[in-house]
């Protein structure tokens, strides 16, 4: 346990190498996208013009928790120094410290930080540039725009001082959210016996999925980053079979703009008759 917190304990400070983990983890589920896909996909050139629109999201959103990471360090450290959150307040040992971090973090900077994003209309007028994309795939899961990414790291920073978090234990949490974004937005298919076991505990493809179909109630549903239990435990699980998901949006938003960066980023700016308000 020692060696996991030491090799975690200064994470933040190697950008390249957790960068590392996210191209590693792309190509890796790029090469299963191709071998098994859950559906196939009609994109409007190619994969890689495709693949190229969201990683220029996606790298804007790395450059941006970059800097929020120097918050997260300040945090942890004022929280060690008064004792304060679940860690310190139940004098959690390593193990304890890693799950109460995964559980607070996910539900603050996962869930509640979703689910807000669907019930506020300024929140939702940004968020609908990561559910525009009508082809899901690997690469749409960081596909955010800056300002949503400043947001969702706000919430991040509540979820932060509640828990009282160590770095380490962050980093931990951080690590295993890119990873496990990437592959619930794969468009991989999986043993529908497998999926749904995955779906017990985490956030699986096929679960994560049904978030990304363009009809209501389905969007407003699955809001959860890695754990299920947030949905399963609120009342926004939902089930669809694969074979009835279409993507992108039913409304408010041209679907034919869907791999348009600059478009896509002035979007949000842009007056509308009728927001999207989740019900």
């Not at 179909?213 to 009342?235: F, M």
Request: aromatic share 16%; net charge positive; with cysteine.
């Amino acid at each position: 346990m020692q060696s996991i917190i030491g090799y975690f304990q200064g994470l933040e400070h190697r950008p390249l190498e957790r960068g590392a983990y996210f191209v590693s983890g792309i190509m890796l589920l790029w090469f299963f996208e191709n071998l098994s896909p859950l559906v196939f996909l009609k994109y409007k050139k190619n994969k890689t013009r495709h693949a190229g629109v969201n990683l220029g999201f996606t790298f804007l959103h790395f450059i941006i928790h970059t800097f929020l990471a120097i918050f997260i360090v300040m945090i942890g450290n004022w929280t060690s120094e008064h004792g304060f959150g679940i860690v310190h307040w139940v004098g959690a040992g390593p193990l304890s410290t890693i799950l109460i971090t995964i559980l607070v973090l996910d539900f603050f900077g996962g869930w509640l930080c979703h689910w807000v994003e669907h019930k506020v209309p300024l929140f939702w007028r940004f968020h609908l540039i990561h559910h525009a994309d009508n082809n899901v795939d690997v690469t749409t899961g960081l596909r955010h725009h800056p300002l949503e990414s400043v947001w969702r790291g706000l919430f991040f920073f509540i979820g932060l001082f509640f828990a009282g978090s160590p770095t380490y234990a962050v980093m931990i949490y951080q690590t295993l959210l890119v990873f496990i974004t990437g592959f619930t937005h794969a468009n991989i298919s999986l043993p529908k016996s497998l999926d749904r076991m995955l779906s017990f505990i985490l956030v699986s493809p096929n679960m994560h999925k049904v978030h990304h179909h363009h009809e209501q109630p389905y969007t407003d549903s699955n809001y959860g980053a890695v754990l299920s239990i947030w949905d399963r435990l609120l009342g926004t699980f939902r089930k669809l079979d694969p074979s009835k998901l279409r993507y992108g949006l039913d409304r408010y938003y041209s679907n034919e703009k869907d791999e348009d960066f600059f478009a896509l980023m002035k979007k949000p700016f842009e007056k509308v008759g009728d927001q999207h308000i989740s019900g």
